[in-house]
């Protein structure tokens, strides 16, 4: 019978997965600001227009005031779920101290990152939104935002698990060698990405052209190199935890990240020769989460924490 005394309960688990949905959506949403060119469209911060929070019909900016609004009101909301993760989590964490004698303080500080890093991403939005889009703080956000999914997701197994120690690994040494080595060709895949969409057509605003100082044709490539040495390196894992018999739940999860790959792939490619429609840059983008929480599935999921895993 699995040990559940040290699983955090489900309405808080409840609440880090919607921390974790939060940040993979305001990713999307700021996608679709840069690519509908609405990045001005609330010209101030934190006001949307001088003397407003909220969009006025006096603005200029059309409909694009309402896309951008859009997401800044997702990030107050992320803001929100933050502050209910960590207190939920202090919550929960001394009660479990008091009762059992468990103590799970690595949740609790896992739990902070989240509201850290709200605060940290509505600086870089000023920064962004005064700077008149700059490619380098539009970058930072993303990459932040992708920092903040791996702290988020890892939350969200943490707290599931029944402890924090002992840690037992589920594969062999050189498999987890090579997530890790994954993990790291992923970020730089992210980074590669960044800088493509920063030197590309898509400025965030259709007024204000702020782009990278890189040839578009061939940071494209040099993305794209990237991406086979991530695809070859996931295919050399699939192997070998076949080879080695590793738990039919590693494999599988492995399995589901090839088939994203491939798919995020061919988006890719079909954007870059139809000229980076702003749908398929988008789409693209939604594959580039998709891909990120996969890879950090895997590699998450390679160790285990505690008595039993509870899945209820």
């Known amino acids: 019978m699995p040990v559940k005394t ?93 009762d059992s004698g468990i103590s799970r303080r690595p949740i609790v500080l896992l739990a902070a990152v989240p509201l850290l890093g709200a605060i940290a991403q509505a600086v870089l939005g000023g920064i962004t939104v005064l700077t008149g889009l700059n490619p380098a703080s539009v970058s930072a956000h993303f990459m932040v935002s992708a920092a903040l999914i791996a ?15 002992p840690v037992e690994i589920l594969v062999a040494q050189p498999i987890r060698y090579l997530s890790w080595g994954i993990l790291g060709v992923a970020l730089v895949v992210l980074v590669l990405g960044t800088l493509v969409t920063g030197s590309g057509p898509h400025s965030g605003d259709v007024d204000s052209v702020n782009r990278l100082p890189f040839d578009p044709r061939f940071i494209s490539w040099l993305h794209a190199d990237a991406v086979l040495l991530f695809i070859g390196l996931i295919i050399g894992l699939v192997v070998s935890l076949i080879v080695t018999s590793a738990p039919r739940g590693i494999r599988k999860r492995a399995w589901w990240l090839v088939a994203i790959c491939l798919v995020q792939a061919a988006i890719g490619y079909v954007q870059y020769f139809t000229s980076l429609p702003w749908l398929l840059v988008l789409l693209h983008l939604a594959g580039a989460c998709a891909v990120w929480l996969a890879v950090l599935t895997v590699h998450y999921s390679t160790r285990r924490r505690g008595a039993e895993v509870v899945t209820a």
């Open 151 to 165: 702290f988020t997701l890892l939350l969200v197994v943490r707290s599931r698990e029944t402890a924090d120690q």
């Open 6 to 98: 040290g699983a955090a309960p489900q309405w808080l688990r409840v609440i880090f997965i919607a921390n974790l949905v939060a940040q993979t959506g305001i990713v999307l949403t700021g996608g679709l600001v840069r690519l509908t060119g609405s990045g001005l469209g609330c010209p101030t911060w934190p006001e949307c227009a001088p003397g407003s929070f909220v969009p006025t019909t006096t603005q200029e900016q059309a409909w694009h005031k309402y896309v951008e609004f859009g997401n800044r009101t997702l990030t107050f909301l992320l803001g929100i779920l933050a502050i209910a993760a960590i207190i939920g989590a202090i919550i929960w964490a001394r009660k479990l101290r008091r």
